[in-house]
């Protein structure tokens, strides 16, 4: 993300951007990224999650990100409430979105011309159902790195990838993958 302070004004966008929009933004972590980061004045962030949306509210308020809002909204169902938007980014959320043909028409829609969609996306299987190969060579490559790259938030190695099954992701999170 930090590259979007030099790529931005390449392509015809200047920093601070003043009008921006954030897709999924859950607890609004990326917005908050990217106003320290200069890259943003000014963004609203949308997400379908009203406690995602309640908690980014609460951690701009706190941080004093004045720049930033957030607001709840089913992506499927509804488009920005706003447009002429200079800079519209979706970062690791789109794959939870079903409609993305509308979706992706909406973000258009409401961008300003010449104003950038930045996308940085999961691609992969739904569901995240890799093949016993992928698995395979996935857990291989864990074991081959050392240990301290294989430690997980809790003190634990992770030397293992593990499928779940598709209703366990269902029952995670339904708009997962």
Same mark, same amino acid.
């Given at each position: ?18 009008? *921006?929009? %954030? ?5 609004? =972590? ?16 949308? &997400?379908? %999650?009203?406690? *995602?949306?309640?908690? =980014?509210?609460?951690?701009?308020? &706190? ?29 690791? *959320? ?10 992706? &028409?909406?973000?258009? *829609? ?60 269902? &029952? ?6």
């Amino acid at each position: 993300l930090n590259a979007l302070v030099t790529l931005l004004p390449q392509l015809g966008v200047g920093v601070p951007v003043s009008k *921006a929009a %954030s897709v999924c933004c859950g607890s609004g =972590a990326v917005e908050r990224h990217l106003h320290m980061a200069g890259v943003v004045k000014n963004c609203i962030g949308y &997400d379908l %999650s009203s406690d *995602a949306i309640e908690q =980014a509210k609460k951690l701009a308020k &706190d941080g004093n990100y004045d720049g930033l809002k957030y607001k709840i909204c089913d992506l499927d169902l509804e488009g920005f409430d706003q447009d002429g938007f200079d800079f519209i980014i979706a970062n690791q *959320a789109v794959h939870h979105i079903e409609s993305l043909e509308s979706v992706f &028409d909406n973000i258009y *829609a409401s961008l300003r011309p010449g104003g950038i969609f930045y996308l940085d996306e999961y691609v992969g299987p739904n569901r995240f159902q890799w093949t016993d190969i992928q698995i395979e060579e996935m857990s291989n490559w864990l074991q081959s790195l050392p240990e301290k790259y294989t430690l997980t938030i809790d003190g634990a190695r992770k030397l293992f990838v593990a499928r779940a099954t598709i209703q366990e992701m269902i &029952d995670f999170d339904p708009s997962e993958a």
